[in-house]
């Protein structure tokens, strides 16, 4: 039997998981991390690999292998990449949208390193809110709420992923904001849009929605230095609705939140949503995504603790009154294992089969739990019955 792989983070003593570096992946490196924490406070000496490996590239650039097309002028950025579903981007990307200088800007905004966070040695040190902190929270909470739906309510066939990250970049705007994702990592837009297989951190493009598409849009804002989260899942159209399969995974993701939820309080350990997330999962015959997990959140947009969605998991920490964090389950319909794009963000289901997500920003409270993203009463979206699951929950 061989040794168990070593995590290639920097002074990292733990095994590997399954998370390995979209850009060495592509360049056929071998590296292999523990979780998304290790990867990002890595970074910074990680990515010089990158550049060696380059060097042989830029003396011999590749050949273009694809084509505009004439009568729209875009294409397919990755031709020979071995896609594992029907989904493919649509290039040209739109230039990156800019944010007026008198909207406070975090730290990453200028060169796309956020150094706030790669300062965090101790990942388990989870902060404290005090009330002025917890107020900043519900308030930049809101916002993103706002966005989101504002984003959702365009969605119909024929709209272009490009469009939705326009509304949702001028919709921030608007409000004052920073759409938190914009040059994060060097994320190249406002918003992540995830189609179909698509699991998360999908780049907006130039691709027409389709009559029958799932589509998770991904807000988070930073308002008064404070950031706020949110996703869901939306239908596209009547025949998405009509698809068993994608109702299916759909309101099972929206389920495994929701019944996650339930369980934070003071006292909770951050291993215990996984559990019961994996479970209503696989009484759905849908499976858990294991390399994307939960994150704190307040004046860094991730941060401990890490809230895994799986079963079984080792995360570490008990909830207290005054922490902010995230639950964002992903669930597919096929295999849990995943596959980016050669484009460093775009996560797909290693099988083509159909993902969703749901997400919501939530305070520990005295007693309980605050959920500082729920939906308000005229939010679109919203459940819809899973075509035979009351027969079978009853027993029929």
């Not at 939140?257 to 015959?285: C, Q, T, Y």
């Not at 305070?363 to 919203?382: C, F, H, M, Q, W």
Request: neutral net charge; glycine residues 8%.
């Amino acid at each position: 039997m061989a040794a168990p792989r070593k995590c290639t983070g920097v002074e990292c003593p733990n095994d590997a998981g399954s998370l390995q570096c979209p850009t060495c992946l592509k360049m056929g490196i071998d590296s292999f991390f523990c979780s998304q924490d290790c990867f990002k406070r890595s970074w910074g000496e990680h990515k010089t690999i990158h550049k060696k490996s380059n060097l042989l590239t830029n003396l011999f650039p590749p050949k273009v292998v694809s084509e505009p097309d004439p009568a729209t002028g875009t294409f397919n950025p990755f031709p020979a990449y071995p896609f594992t579903g029907s989904l493919r981007p649509l290039y040209p990307l739109s230039p990156m949208r800019t944010i007026p200088k008198t909207i406070p800007h975090p730290d990453y905004a200028r060169d796309g390193i956020p150094r706030s966070e790669q300062k965090l040695i101790g990942r388990h040190n989870i902060k404290l809110l005090n009330k002025e902190e917890q107020e900043g929270m519900r308030k930049v909470c809101r916002l993103a709420r706002e966005v989101l739906d504002i984003a959702a309510r365009a969605l119909k066939p024929g709209v272009t992923t490009d469009q939705i990250d326009e509304i949702v970049h001028k919709a921030c705007i608007e409000r004052e904001s920073y759409p938190s994702p914009l040059n994060y990592m060097h994320f190249p837009k406002s918003v992540c849009t995830s189609i179909n297989e698509s699991i998360c951190h999908g780049i907006p493009d130039q691709r027409p929605l389709e009559d029958g598409d799932i589509i998770n849009i991904d807000v988070t804002l930073y308002h008064k230095g404070f950031h706020g989260d949110i996703n869901e899942t939306y239908y596209v159209g009547d025949k998405a609705l009509a698809n068993p399969d994608a109702v299916r995974v759909v309101e099972t993701a929206r389920e495994c939140l929701d019944k996650s939820i339930e369980l934070v309080k003071p006292g909770m350990l951050f291993r215990d949503p996984g559990n019961v997330i994996e479970k209503h999962a696989k009484s759905r015959n849908c499976s858990v995504v294991k390399t994307y997990c939960g994150h704190g959140i307040n004046q860094l947009f991730h941060c401990a603790p890490n809230v895994p969605h799986y079963g079984k998991n080792k995360a570490v920490g008990t909830a207290k009154p005054g922490m902010c964090f995230t639950i964002e389950p992903m669930i597919n319909i096929g295999t849990h294992r995943d596959r980016t794009w050669p484009d460093d963000w775009t996560s797909t289901t290693q099988d083509g089969s159909l993902s969703a997500q749901f997400e919501h920003t939530m305070l520990v409270t005295e007693d309980g739990v605050e959920v500082l993203t729920a939906r308000l009463p005229d939010s679109p979206g919203g459940p819809v019955p899973i075509p035979g699951a009351e027969q079978k929950e009853n027993g029929n």
